[in-house]
């Protein structure tokens, strides 16, 4: 594997790992009465940004290469951003419906929660979520995680590394089954097209449409969600007499 993939995933695991820098700090900024919950996001906010810099930067080289022969055209390329995008949601519906209904696991995920907490306690969080996540995930877990192995073994073996990775990075293994289904549609846009923009612009969108869905159904909502279910069920009761 070429040293400067060695470096960006460097980069990542360096950016995971910046907010330990500031533990000394801690108690000082409690004293000067700094609110450390925004903080945190303002901090995770800046070392995406710059791990994204710098992971450009360290891919100048693979940004110039022209595109392989077979890559899909730019055309075809929105095509497949919007199969993928798609083929991602309906993944990880059937994804989660065995998980709650095969699996027996509860539906929820705590590493969503904390994200959309972040989110709307800085709004601009999204931007990680959104733009900044998806563009350093796809490139360290398609481009070079998997794009490596599948060069050595096969699309299987690759794919089922790659995800399992993704997914443990993600710290979310109780929702392990549905990490391994967007892994899979990932890297199949990825072979399918050559081109890496395909997964990346996917993976952010179907970070904004999960974004856009809680921050609509916020539990007021879902309350009168539920309470017009109910009320359609009386009206039913009412007209078909049970």
Do not use: C
């Amino acid at each position: 594997m070429p040293a400067r993939y060695w470096y960006v995933i460097l980069t990542y695991i360096v950016m995971q790992l910046s907010s330990f820098v500031l533990l000394p700090f801690v108690p000082w900024m409690r004293e000067q009465g700094w609110d450390l919950t925004i903080f945190s996001y303002g901090w995770s906010l800046i070392t995406f940004l710059l791990a994204v810099i710098i992971t450009f930067f360290l891919l100048r080289q693979d940004m110039r290469t022209p595109a392989m022969r077979n890559a899909a055209s730019p055309g075809m390329t929105v095509v497949w951003i919007i199969i993928g995008f798609f083929a991602a949601y309906f993944g990880q519906v059937i994804a989660g419906l065995i998980e709650m209904y095969v699996l027996n696991i509860r539906q929820g995920s705590e590493n969503t929660s904390t994200i959309m907490e972040a989110v709307r306690t800085v709004p601009a969080f999204a931007l990680i979520v959104v733009v900044f996540a998806p563009i350093l995930e796809e490139i360290i877990f398609r481009k070079i995680l998997f794009g490596e192995i599948y060069k050595r073994t096969n699309f299987f073996i690759a794919v089922l590394i790659s995800a399992l990775v993704f997914g443990a990075v993600h710290g979310d293994f109780l929702h392990l089954l549905q990490y391994f289904v967007m892994g899979v549609i990932f890297a199949a846009l990825y072979v399918k097209t050559k081109r890496i923009i395909v997964p990346i612009i996917t993976h952010g969108l179907m970070n904004l449409l999960v974004v856009i869905m809680q921050l609509y159904f916020t539990p007021e909502r879902l309350e009168e969600f539920e309470k017009m279910q109910k009320q359609l069920e009386n009206m039913q009761t009412i007209i078909f007499g049970g």
